[in-house]
């Protein structure tokens, strides 16, 4: 049986779509609404004969109605070498790309860099039509095809057919597939799988499993999905993603337990003698992290380092369990152990996670198979890196620092010797178990708040006591009652604002335009 689909796809603008009993759609047109009339709506689709494909009459637009599919993959049985791209959580199929297709898909990748700068929107998007669009997680150009269609928002969902991800976009932001880029099938083959031990596994464990590896897979069947067999599957693998009981190596006594642990703060008095810190990650003079002097990091990272290069230590952190602020270790680059907290979910198709450096203060991007549970040995630790906002200055603006003031605070820190600090104020709160400290910083004598000052980079703080926040929230109430005690108060700002402080003025002003 055929099935005609009658779809919205732009205002005052129709798509029709013929589908065989497969649903695979054959033969599309689009149509002004404002010139189909009743006789048209019978007419415009027609049959030769009882065994002929229905054809479009003279009254359907051919602007833009052709349906461009790629070719379908065809691959012989056989073993390859490969690599699993994506997982689709929902039936666990899995898409595949083969190492020997490495290098077309790396034509294809450069090519559309350049080809999409001049690609026209897709004006003419059904289901099944072949196009390009930016992906949200790095911005770049990937092939696509159009799976779903959501005409009451406005959208679509697109699978991008050389990863085997899948995303939902506005239609906007979808554009014609460049010709010379059709002729490719998609790199990424979809199969399932029967072996026994990744039967009913979840994606998030398999990700772990097959992430970044080159495998060794037997592919049979004769049209996708076809059925995969990874033959190189290693036992102490499938125990390091929880595929199979891990035993001992993971007992209960050996990591922390995920869904309690936080990680101890250190002990910090309020006005105690002077200390001296290492600067680590600096966001603004308002949030920096400080690494406080005589400290556990040396001992921290021999502990880490020698936990850790025990390959039975390296259990992963699994997908299932991550949720944000859960303790872990991460492996950098260069090969050394870091404590972490997981901050983000993994971003496809890179694979790639958020990380939260503890002793550091640092944000990083990461690989999910190089984040590993935390280990008891390295978890009585205190944080090393705490984080601070400096005491006795609060933005020109009012409301956040500027580019210039951080940037003159981050060289003061970066040319200069250890500075000396003063805690202020120590605040703990109960989520997380975390820590914020309010302090002076001083090079030779000479405040670090003094300095910035003096440069008109940012303004005095009326209570070295008093946290930046907790200030402008103070003044910003101030202000707003003031604003609201009479009915003359906004022309009195408006007529004054060029003799009032910049920073108090801007502050009345955003006030002005939110009462």
Known sequence: MITIAVEEVQQNTICVTLRDPDGVPFLTSS????SVTPEHSHSSLSCVSSNSVPTLSSTSSPARSQLVSLPKNNIPPGTYKAYISHIDGADTTLYVQLSQNSELLDNITSSLATLALNAEPEVYSPVGQACICKYSADNCFYRAMVSELHSERGTSTLVY??????????????????????QYPPVAIKCTTRQPCLTGVSAQRLVQLFSGKELSVQIDGADEPYNLTVLDLDADDLKAAGVADVGEMSSSSTFVNLTSFKYPQPALDIGSSDVQVGIGHIVSPGKFYCQFFPGDLQSLDSQLQSVYSNEHHQVLLPLDEAYQGVACVAKLQEGTYVRAVYIRGVIYPSKHCQAFLVDSGRVISILMTDLYQLHVECSTFPVQAVECSLAGVYPILGHEWGEECTTQFYEINRLNATPTAHIVKVTKEDIGNRVTVLLTLSYGGEL?????????LCNSIPASETPVKDYCVTLCGEIKSELLSSPESKATYLSNKNTSPPSTWLMKSKLLNLI
């Open 448 to 456: 670090l708040a003094e300095t910035l000052i003096h440069s008109g």
């Open 31 to 34: 149509h002004d609404v404002n």
């Open 161 to 182: 057919v050389d990863y085997g991800t899948r995303e939902e976009v506005v239609n906007s932001s979808v554009k014609v597939l460049p010709v010379s880029l059709r």
